[in-house]
């Protein structure tokens, strides 16, 4: 049942005949989904350890970030697999497997930031008059972190939906019935001698979604970084 792209069937069929421009569609809503849930799950548990680490220092700063270290030094695969093993495969179960470790880099990002700012005269002003750590942190430290936050987040999604691509192309991930564009491109490898377009339709969506999130983040860090801007006005 394996037919090229045609006027009736844009991307061709599959083996069992199902039309592929509508398996891809579908697969993108599965991809962006989970690249979306999983982006904002590391931005929201690395912005709130990355930013009380930070600010607390010290004997906690030290055991959190040994913690990080810790659990970086363990492989991504096999922290997935266990995780799919004990859970199955599904939607939940790759989120949470994608989230577990990809926050890591987001608290770095916004300890370093928070640092640099805990010390200013505003902060301990705030602290003088009895502001608690989470007020000081949610009302005055994190806002100023907005910037970098938001570009980590776009860099995220498509880590996310390309750590999905691969999972299910691995065949660890979604399975089918359902449709994910990793999926669609693990079906498609098995007729890439025969039918190529069955992998390759897939694999350049991926490709310029990734590429597309990659040129937003950019345009965002122009925009938002203080740094580039400061040089900007300097040139």
Same mark, same amino acid.
């Given at each position: 049942?394996?037919?090229?792209?045609?006027?009736?069937?844009?991307?061709?069929?599959?083996?069992?005949?199902?039309?592929?421009?509508?398996?891809?569609?579908?697969?993108?809503?599965? &991809?962006?989904?989970?690249?979306?849930?999983?982006?904002?799950?590391?931005?929201? @548990?690395?912005?709130?350890?990355?930013?009380?680490?930070? =600010?607390?220092?010290?004997?906690?700063?030290?055991?959190?970030?040994?913690?990080?270290?810790?659990?970086?030094?363990?492989?991504?695969?096999?922290?997935?697999?266990?995780?799919?093993?004990?859970?199955? &495969?599904?939607?939940?179960?790759?989120?949470?497997?994608?989230?577990?470790?990809?926050?890591?880099?987001?608290?770095?990002?916004?300890?370093?930031?928070?640092?640099?700012?805990?010390? =200013?005269?505003?902060?301990?002003?705030?602290?003088?008059?009895?502001? &608690?750590?989470?007020?000081?942190?949610?009302? !005055?430290?994190?806002?100023?972190?907005?910037?970098?936050?938001?570009?980590?987040?776009?860099?995220?999604?498509?880590?996310?939906?390309?750590?999905?691509?691969?999972? &299910?192309? =691995?065949?660890?991930?979604?399975?089918?019935?359902?449709?994910?564009?990793?999926?669609?491109?693990? =079906?498609?490898?098995?007729?890439?001698?025969? !039918?190529?377009?069955?992998?390759?339709?897939?694999?350049?969506?991926?490709? @310029?979604?990734?590429?597309?999130?990659?040129?937003?983040?950019?345009?965002?860090?122009?925009?938002?970084?203080?740094?580039?801007?400061?040089?900007?006005?300097?040139?």
């Amino acid at each position: 049942m394996n037919k090229w792209p045609n006027s009736e069937h844009w991307f061709g069929t599959d083996e069992l005949g199902r039309d592929l421009w509508q398996r891809t569609w579908v697969g993108a809503r599965v &991809s962006i989904f989970i690249g979306i849930i999983s982006g904002l799950i590391q931005t929201i @548990v690395g912005a709130f350890v990355g930013g009380m680490s930070g =600010l607390l220092g010290g004997k906690v700063d030290n055991i959190i970030m040994r913690c990080l270290d810790i659990i970086s030094a363990i492989p991504y695969t096999i922290i997935t697999i266990l995780i799919m093993v004990v859970m199955g &495969s599904g939607i939940i179960s790759l989120i949470i497997a994608i989230s577990i470790t990809s926050w890591i880099d987001m608290a770095r990002l916004v300890r370093g930031q928070i640092i640099q700012l805990k010390n =200013l005269e505003y902060i301990m002003s705030a602290k003088l008059m009895g502001a &608690s750590n989470l007020w000081i942190l949610f009302k !005055h430290l994190l806002p100023n972190c907005i910037w970098i936050i938001i570009i980590q987040l776009t860099i995220s999604i498509p880590e996310a939906i390309f750590s999905e691509a691969y999972l &299910s192309f =691995l065949g660890i991930g979604i399975k089918p019935p359902m449709a994910s564009w990793g999926l669609l491109a693990n =079906l498609g490898i098995k007729h890439i001698r025969t !039918h190529p377009y069955q992998l390759v339709i897939p694999g350049i969506l991926i490709s @310029v979604f990734i590429l597309a999130m990659n040129i937003l983040g950019d345009g965002f860090r122009d925009a938002f970084d203080p740094t580039l801007n400061t040089v900007k006005d300097r040139k």
